[in-house]
Structures are given as structure tokens and as C-alpha cells.
């Protein structure tokens, strides 16, 4: 769930759960981002993340979009920030703050498949790629180099805050202990 509000100093978004990519349900977290990023024209971003993970297009593309966005980028993690979620942290030119209790895991790009042998060899060469891709975007933000990056992401690798400050996915560790921030909703309810 993406949620933003604009401050006189910021744009906060906060990114709660999976990361949904397009659907016949609902529209893409990637595009709702984009609007989000539009709407802010160069004001800073506070961007707060905690996801497992989701859809590896749609991150893939916040994470484009963050890198071309004009304004300062901090990115602050809270909980687990896994899977495709860790790919917006490779942004350049963006401060990664881990706040206590962030953990963040990295692996092999993964996906659903069904059909006979020749299609699910097609599915294990898509998977290839997607994991060449992967480990490019690592490539921008790790201070390890190709080799190590795909042992870890083929052994899925757990990182505590300061695992992951060491490898350079983030750039510090934050000594407050409370629980993060999450971006107003535009109609909270009120009181009862």
C-alpha cells in the first residue's frame, strides 16, 4: 500500500506490504508512485519502506523513477525489507537510513509457472535474466562484486541492519528506537 502526503519541507510516502504490480483488480503500485513522484516536482522525498516484497516489474520501475526523480531521496526501512523491496534502496545519490528492527533478505528472482518441459525451460531462461538484471541494480549500491553478489542472492540472504551497512545497501543505522513514520492518509477518521 502506497501512501504519500506533501509537507511544507517533504513529500512522505510510505510503502506498507507487498509491492503490487498491475492486475485486473487494482492499478500497479508503479504507477501510482509515478503520480506521486509528478506531484511532487523536485521537493524532497521521505520515502519509508517495509515489504516483503511483490512484483519485481513494479519495483523495478520505482526504482528507475526514484533514480531520474530531480529532488533529494532519503529512504528510511522499518521491519523486513525483502525480496524485490530491497531493489529501491539501489537508487543513486539516495540516503538509506535502517531504522532497529529493519532485516533485509536478497535471492533469485522467482515466478509461477505451468505448462510442459519446453515452456518451463522457457520459464528457467526468463528467470536467468530477471536475475542478470538483479544483480546489476545490486551492482549500484553493493561495495562486493558480481560473484558475490549471486552466491548471496542464490543462498537468499537474511542481512540485520548492520550486515547490510557493511555490503553498502544502506549508509546508516539509525540509533532511534521508535517505531518509524508513516505518511498521513487524506481522510483519516476521526476520533470516536
Known amino acids: 500500500m502506497l501512501i504519500a502526503n506533501k509537507t511544507e519541507n517533504a513529500v512522505k510516502i510510505s510503502l506498507i506490504g507487498e509491492i503490487m504490480g498491475d492486475n485486473a483488480w487494482m492499478d500497479s503500485d ?4 509515478g503520480l ?38 532519503a529512504i528510511h526501512t522499518a521491519g523486513r525489507v525483502a525480496s524485490a523491496a530491497t531493489l529501491l534502496l539501489c537508487v543513486p545519490n539516495a540516503r538509506v537510513i535502517a531504522h532497529r528492527g529493519s532485516i533485509f533478505m536478497i535471492h533469485k528472482a522467482g515466478m509461477v509457472s505451468e505448462g510442459n518441459a519446453d515452456e518451463m525451460r522457457k520459464s528457467a531462461d526468463i528467470l536467468d535474466v530477471c536475475d ?5 541494480v545490486y551492482q ?21 541492519p548492520e550486515e547490510a551497512q557493511a555490503l553498502g545497501l544502506i549508509d546508516e543505522v539509525s540509533a532511534v528506537t521508535s517505531g518509524g513514520y508513516v505518511a498521513e492518509l487524506i481522510n483519516p477518521q476521526p476520533d470516536r
Open 140 to 160: 549500484l549500491r553493493l561495495k562486493c562484486g558480481e560473484d558475490e553478489i549471486r552466491d548471496m542472492m542464490r543462498a537468499e540472504t537474511w542481512m540485520r
Open 30 to 33: 508503479a504507477a501510482d508512485f
Open 36 to 73: 506521486i513522484l509528478a506531484q511532487a516536482d523536485g521537493a524532497p522525498i521521505e520515502l519509508w519502506v517495509s515489504s516483503p516484497g511483490g512484483s519485481l516489474d513494479a519495483a523495478m520501475t520505482m526504482r528507475a523513477m526514484l533514480s531520474e526523480y530531480t529532488g533529494e531521496i
Open 132 to 136: 542478470d538484471e538483479i544483480m546489476k
